[in-house]
């Protein structure tokens, strides 16, 4: 049984920040990521990493404002947004254990992820 539970999202003014967690349990990875969707369009590759953090890959959208990381010991996944834009209104989803190596390929191919989490509301008004 593999559970990732998300929590941090809320509604800010653009140039606010967030942060966002995710809990993973009944399963350990070193493989996982962040992606989003909003009502109208596709779901979208925000963030991911390889090797526990060892490697990290974003989305130009939001490369040097976001920032994801993970803590071991908790088994809990974080994603740092910084100067937030509309533009990142969207469901927020944690991914984690990718089949394959994370690469910024990744971002584009979601269903390389095996398991998601619920979602998390992210609302950015201007």
């Known amino acids: 049984q593999v559970q990732l539970v998300e929590s941090g999202g809320g509604s800010v003014q653009a140039g606010g920040s967030l942060i966002l967690s995710c809990v993973v349990s009944?399963?350990?990875?070193?493989?996982s990521g962040w992606f989003r969707q909003a009502p109208s369009k596709d779901r979208e590759g925000v963030a991911a990493?390889?090797?526990?953090?060892?490697?990290?890959y974003y989305a130009d959208s939001v490369n040097g404002r976001f920032t994801v990381s993970q803590d071991n010991a908790k088994k809990t996944v974080y994603l740092q947004m910084n100067n937030l834009k509309p533009e990142d209104t969207a469901m927020y989803y944690c991914?984690?254990?990718?089949?394959?190596?994370?690469?910024?390929?990744?971002?584009?191919?979601?269903?390389?992820?095996?398991?998601w989490g619920q979602g998390t509301q992210v609302t950015v008004s201007s």
């Open positions: 990493m390889d090797n526990s953090g060892g490697s990290t």
């Open positions: 009944g399963y350990t990875g070193s493989r």
């Open positions: 991914a984690a254990g990718s089949y394959l190596p994370v690469t910024k390929a990744t971002l584009t191919n979601p269903s390389r992820f095996r398991y």
